[in-house]
């Protein structure tokens, strides 16, 4: 007789159902409400909101598509001087938030910058005289996000450029295709369902960025977002673009996976690619590995050349009780999300290994919905229910006479934790997921055979073996928490801040240098991790 594992059966749907509910709770606000200021802003600004959010997420997907693929082909298909320095350095720009490239970006470009300086003292120009690009533009915004965006299709264009069929690169060599020949006709076709997938993450990231749009003066559906319901205090008319942003991203992944619904790829691994590399001679050779560290360097390595002189210099300034509190409160909520969201990706995946009904797979697929969803929309709906929670508390309170205990879970940091977890609970369930897999089923039933219930299984035989990636789980949803600046901006309680709406603050005031040193621990929090993760994968099992 199956078992039905009622515990986990009954804890995965409850779980699914709260990390689902803040998308429910956003479409249902938005059907009803009054639709007056929705109206007004549909007939004066909105139209001007959702253009410029097509043309960034048009020039972002761009830009990221011509920096990675031929970025990424480099890095599989030929050999450079420093590639394997380069093959990790290319990925170091996601440690680095894109308001932060932007705060740094502005300071360099701004008529008081240090460019712009330097061009006056060397002509002799004056203002008016010349001509110097404005980063604090929509096309300025374009650049930011694609610099620190593009290494999502890098990384999935090289791994796919390393997965080549052996024998298709023989055949190319045989026709005596040239390397360009070969990426055209051969390696770029192949490719073209990570590019799909790439592509979504980069427009997801694009439609959802707030900080770096906000201080670049770029007025975007996220801005109409945290404007509507701040500025204009009406929750419906935010959620009601909350929608359309919703359904704006559900037509992408929709259309990125029809895109590729008939495209089925048998290859065999590339596994002796160091054969077939091209051995790049002459000015190809330097003009390939100049391409590669020039994007390292105005990505990565400058802006936090540029953070570390400025937080050296500001040091006293920056070193204070305040800034010991923030890093303090970023640290508290970034653990408790990632804990809560390694123990969600442990029970909803342990459930789908056991069971093999089709509810198993939706719970997991409704549990990761939330990382598809910007930060800012996510705040909106997680505060509709968390609000409804309040007010429910406090009715039976006062019904009961107790009193009124006040805003339980908007007034603190729970609306915050919860929306972390909702955010990138499917960070963990796609690591959990990829390390239960190497659990070989004859373990499973040795346990049985033993007598050890699914519980007992779970703790004897899968945590231990998959320790390696709920450390690795658990570290990915810490970065990402403590970086987000979306849903934090919106949700902390009152005189709460986190390192991501510190920097946000200072650098919005235009006082970069004090924000400095919490952007570089921002972008070190980032960084350490990576290196962890790299070298704990390094290692035996």
Same mark, same amino acid.
């Given at each position: 007789?199956?078992?039905?594992?009622?515990?986990?059966?009954?804890?995965?749907?409850?779980?699914?159902?709260?990390?689902?509910?803040?998308?429910?709770?956003?479409?249902?606000?938005?059907?009803?409400?009054?639709?007056?200021? %929705?109206?007004?802003?549909?007939?004066?600004?909105?139209?001007?909101?959702?253009?410029?959010?097509?043309?960034?997420?048009?020039?972002?997907?761009?830009?990221?598509?011509?920096?990675?693929?031929?970025?990424?082909?480099?890095?599989?298909?030929?050999?450079?001087?420093?590639?394997?320095?380069?093959?990790?350095?290319?990925?170091?720009?996601?440690? +680095?938030?894109?308001?932060?490239?932007?705060?740094? %970006?502005?300071?360099?470009?701004?008529?008081?910058?240090?460019?712009?300086?330097?061009?006056?003292?060397?002509?002799?120009?004056?203002?008016?005289?010349?001509?110097?690009?404005?980063?604090?533009?929509?096309?300025?915004?374009?650049?930011?996000?694609?610099?620190?965006?593009? /290494?999502?299709?890098?990384?999935?264009?090289?791994?796919? %450029?390393?997965?080549?069929?052996?024998?298709?690169?023989?055949?190319?060599?045989?026709?005596?295709?040239?390397?360009?020949?070969?990426?055209?006709?051969?390696?770029? /076709?192949?490719?073209? /369902?990570?590019?799909?997938?790439?592509?979504?993450?980069?427009?997801?990231?694009?439609?959802?960025?707030?900080?770096?749009?906000?201080?670049?003066?770029?007025?975007?559906?996220?801005?109409?977002?945290?404007?509507?319901?701040?500025?204009?205090?009406?929750?419906?008319?935010?959620?009601?673009?909350?929608?359309?942003?919703?359904?704006?991203?559900?037509?992408?992944?929709?259309?990125?996976?029809?895109?590729?619904?008939?495209?089925?790829?048998?290859?065999?691994?590339?596994?002796?690619?160091?054969?077939?590399?091209?051995?790049?001679?002459?000015?190809?050779?330097?003009?390939?590995?100049?391409?590669?560290?020039?994007?390292?360097?105005?990505?990565?390595?400058?802006?936090?050349?540029?953070?570390?002189?400025?937080?050296?210099?500001?040091?006293?300034? &920056?070193?204070?009780?305040?800034?010991?509190?923030?890093?303090?409160?970023?640290?508290?909520?970034?653990?408790?999300?990632?804990?809560?969201?390694?123990?969600?990706?442990?029970?909803?995946?342990?459930?789908?290994?056991?069971?093999?009904?089709?509810?198993?797979?939706?719970?997991?697929?409704?549990? &990761?919905?939330?990382?598809?969803? /910007?930060?800012?929309?996510?705040?909106?709906?997680?505060?509709?229910?968390?609000?409804?929670?309040?007010?429910?508390?406090?009715?039976?309170?006062?019904?009961?006479?107790?009193?009124?205990? =006040?805003?339980?879970?908007?007034?603190?940091?729970?609306?915050?934790?919860?929306? %972390?977890?909702?955010?990138?609970?499917?960070?963990?369930?796609?690591?959990?997921?990829?390390?239960?897999?190497?659990?070989?089923?004859?373990?499973?039933?040795?346990?049985?055979?033993?007598?050890?219930?699914?519980?007992? +299984?779970?703790?004897?035989?899968?945590?231990?073996?998959?320790?390696? =990636?709920?450390?690795?789980?658990?570290?990915?949803?810490?970065?990402?928490?403590?970086?987000?600046?979306?849903?934090?901006?919106?949700?902390?309680?009152?005189?709460?801040?986190?390192?991501?709406?510190?920097?946000?603050?200072?650098?919005?005031?235009?006082?970069?240098?004090?924000?400095? +040193?919490?952007?570089?621990?921002?972008?070190?929090?980032?960084?350490?991790?990576?290196?962890?993760?790299?070298?704990?994968?390094?290692?035996?099992?």
């Amino acid at each position: 007789m199956k078992e039905n594992y009622p515990l986990f059966r009954a804890s995965s749907a409850l779980l699914a159902a709260l990390l689902v509910l803040p998308i429910l709770a956003i479409f249902y606000t938005s059907l009803g409400g009054d639709n007056d200021l %929705f109206a007004h802003l549909f007939d004066t600004v909105l139209p001007t909101y959702i253009s410029n959010t097509f043309w960034l997420v048009f020039g972002v997907m761009l830009l990221s598509l011509l920096i990675g693929i031929p970025s990424a082909w480099l890095m599989a298909m030929c050999r450079l001087p420093s590639a394997g320095i380069l093959q990790w350095a290319m990925v170091l720009p996601l440690a +680095m938030p894109g308001y932060i490239v932007g705060y740094v %970006f502005t300071d360099w470009f701004d008529f008081a910058g240090p460019l712009q300086v330097f061009l006056r003292d060397i002509t002799g120009w004056g203002p008016g005289d010349y001509w110097f690009p404005d980063m604090r533009t929509l096309g300025g915004a374009i650049w930011v996000l694609s610099l620190v965006l593009y /290494p999502y299709v890098y990384l999935l264009c090289r791994a796919a %450029f390393m997965e080549q069929s052996v024998s298709i690169l023989q055949s190319a060599r045989l026709l005596k295709c040239s390397p360009w020949q070969s990426f055209w006709r051969i390696s770029l /076709p192949i490719v073209r /369902p990570s590019i799909a997938v790439g592509l979504s993450l980069v427009a997801m990231e694009a439609i959802g960025d707030f900080g770096t749009v906000s201080y670049f003066a770029v007025n975007t559906l996220t801005t109409a977002v945290y404007d509507t319901w701040l500025g204009y205090s009406n929750l419906g008319a935010a959620a009601k673009i909350s929608a359309i942003m919703l359904l704006v991203i559900i037509l992408l992944i929709s259309g990125e996976r029809f895109s590729r619904r008939k495209q089925k790829l048998f290859q065999n691994q590339f596994n002796s690619h160091e054969n077939f590399r091209y051995q790049l001679t002459g000015w190809k050779k330097w003009a390939a590995v100049t391409w590669c560290w020039s994007i390292v360097a105005v990505a990565f390595i400058f802006p936090l050349l540029q953070l570390c002189l400025y937080a050296y210099h500001y040091f006293l300034e &920056s070193w204070t009780s305040q800034f010991y509190q923030y890093a303090l409160n970023s640290l508290k909520v970034s653990v408790l999300a990632a804990l809560i969201a390694l123990i969600i990706a442990v029970i909803l995946n342990f459930y789908s290994r056991l069971s093999t009904t089709t509810s198993s797979n939706l719970f997991v697929r409704l549990a &990761s919905m939330g990382y598809a969803v /910007p930060g800012t929309v996510l705040a909106i709906g997680v505060m509709l229910p968390v609000l409804s929670a309040d007010h429910l508390v406090n009715d039976i309170a006062k019904a009961m006479d107790w009193g009124r205990p =006040g805003l339980i879970f908007s007034g603190s940091i729970f609306a915050i934790v919860f929306a %972390f977890v909702v955010r990138f609970s499917a960070v963990a369930i796609g690591t959990i997921e990829s390390s239960m897999s190497k659990v070989s089923p004859s373990l499973d039933m040795a346990a049985r055979t033993m007598g050890c219930t699914s519980s007992q +299984m779970l703790k004897r035989v899968h945590i231990p073996l998959m320790k390696r =990636g709920a450390l690795i789980a658990f570290l990915l949803v810490f970065i990402e928490s403590m970086k987000e600046l979306n849903a934090a901006i919106l949700l902390r309680p009152f005189n709460f801040e986190t390192l991501a709406t510190y920097v946000y603050n200072f650098a919005s005031d235009e006082q970069l240098e004090i924000a400095a +040193m919490p952007a570089v621990l921002l972008v070190l929090v980032g960084l350490i991790p990576l290196i962890i993760i790299n070298r704990s994968l390094e290692q035996p099992h």
